[in-house]
């Protein structure tokens, strides 16, 4: 199982951008999806997290009421919407997915995998 992240990309302040990471594999199930974000010198930060189903999400302060969370577990896929961009929102976002795969020989192991990051640049 991989993830693979899109979406990032140059947005002007006030711009929206919307990121998605999806798992590919022998994927059986993920539970919790979460997006980070990482900037030089600085702590990775959650950004946002929502669980399997019907939970409800959950949100950094600097991105409540701006970013939406979402998922689609027929496409194994998690989506970050992200509106009303600041500059400070400017960083590498990381998509991670813990879950379960099937093996090759048909057993069952878990992953707790890291997409390979989508960077993302808001001009002031």
């Known amino acids: 199982v991989q993830l693979v992240e899109s979406g990032g990309g140059v947005v002007q302040a006030g711009g929206s951008l919307r990121l998605s990471c999806a798992a590919s594999?022998?994927?059986?199930?993920?539970?919790?999806m979460v997006w980070y974000r990482q900037t030089p010198g600085k702590q990775r930060e959650l950004v946002a997290a929502?669980?399997?189903?019907?939970?409800?999400?959950n949100y950094a302060d600097s991105v409540k009421g701006r970013f939406t969370i979402s998922r689609d577990n027929n496409k194994n896929t998690v989506y970050l919407q992200m509106n009303s961009l600041k500059p400070e929102d400017t960083a590498d976002y990381l998509c991670?997915?813990?879950?379960?795969?099937?093996?090759?020989?048909?057993?069952?192991?878990?992953?707790?995998?890291w997409g390979q990051g989508a960077l993302v640049t808001v001009s002031s």
């Open positions: 991670n997915a813990i879950g379960v795969e099937v093996s090759t020989a048909g057993t069952y192991r878990s992953f707790d995998l």
């Open positions: 594999g022998s994927v059986l199930w993920i539970d919790e």
């Open positions: 929502i669980p399997r189903g019907g939970g409800r999400p």
